[in-house]
């Protein structure tokens, strides 16, 4: 087993860079269908309306590569809606880069927090704010002060929401499967974890459940999204099938057509 890469948080931030482009693009010709789901999960517009005000604002915290508020533009309809400050936070300049390049009315690109979650400095509360699959390389060990610092980002009576995969959804299994068969790193923050550090920094949570898949028969496709749910492209998809318990859970994922399919379950902590 190798033990060279970074831990997990220091390879996530590597590879939200431009240099990992490449990766990046293949994992979302299946992760988009993340964004779907999550878009089509919760009446948005209602939800967002009942906060609007005037000088109202929004916190994307983890803000990736903003696909979550695309595809709330593309499959909600927010136009009633007044614009709305939207302050992205990633310790990726890159990543914050690339989600402000996605924002269209009602967001209207606001702060640009360059630092992780668990290091937001306090300041004013936000009417809205969201983590959408974004907490994975937060190191558990570090959600208490990251779940602290959430709960005070939202006002009082505004919204609040993490989605997150649990702990048996694949980017989770998929994970524990590398980190016994590839490489020891931290494991990734499940959603019961960031439920259980939300409810112990006093929030009342709320949880609603998520099932899907996402699939594919294209060999060069799965092997492009598996590497981004690993943060590591130095192992190849042969490499992976080799691999003591990374092996045996592909296998599990592949039908008699050897297509394979990734099963989901995310959970939406309201809080
Ligand atoms: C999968 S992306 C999030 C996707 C995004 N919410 C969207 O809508 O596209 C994960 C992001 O989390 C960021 N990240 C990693 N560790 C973090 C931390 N401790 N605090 C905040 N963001 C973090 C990464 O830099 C990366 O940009």
């Known amino acids: 087993m190798s033990e ?24 979302y010709a299946l992760a988009t269908e993340d964004y779907r789901q ?26 990736g590569s903003g ?8 499959h909600t309809d927010l136009s009633a809606l007044p614009p709305v400050q939207y302050d992205l936070l990633d310790p990726s300049d890159f990543s914050v880069r690339e989600a402000k390049a996605q924002l269209r ?15 937001l400095p306090p300041g004013d509360p936000y009417e809205v704010v969201w983590a959408t699959h974004a907490l994975y390389a937060l190191p558990p060990a570090e959600l208490p002060a990251a779940a ?18 649990t702990a048996r959804s694949h980017y989770l299994a998929f994970y524990d499967a590398y980190r016994a068969g590839v490489r020891d790193a931290t494991p990734y923050t499940s959603a019961e974890q960031v439920r259980d550090a ?16 996402t699939g594919t028969a294209d060999r060069a496709v799965a092997e492009g999204f598996l590497q981004r749910c690993a943060f590591d492209d130095s192992v190849g998809l042969d490499a992976m099938e080799a691999a003591p318990a990374l092996g045996d ?17 995310v959970a939406l902590l309201w809080f």
């Open 148 to 165: 602290e610092r959430l709960l005070a980002a939202r006002r009082e009576g505004g919204v609040g929401v993490v989605a997150q995969a």
């Open 105 to 119: 009315p009602p967001f209207v690109p606001g702060a640009e927090l360059v630092v992780t979650l668990q290091d």
């Open 198 to 213: 939300l409810r112990g920094a006093g929030a009342d949570v709320r949880e609603q459940l998520l099932t899907y898949t």
């Open 4 to 27: 060279t890469a970074a831990d997990t948080a220091q390879r996530s931030l590597e590879h939200w860079s431009e240099a990992g482009r490449a990766e990046m693009e293949a994992f």
């Open 249 to 265: 859970y592909l296998a599990g994922c592949r039908d008699d057509a050897g297509a394979w399919t990734f099963s989901h379950e």
């Open 38 to 63: 999550l878009a089509a999960a919760a009446d948005w517009p209602a939800l967002l309306g009942a906060q609007a005000r005037d000088g109202w604002r929004l916190l994307d915290v983890a803000c």
């Open 67 to 74: 696909k979550f508020p695309a595809a709330l533009l593309r």
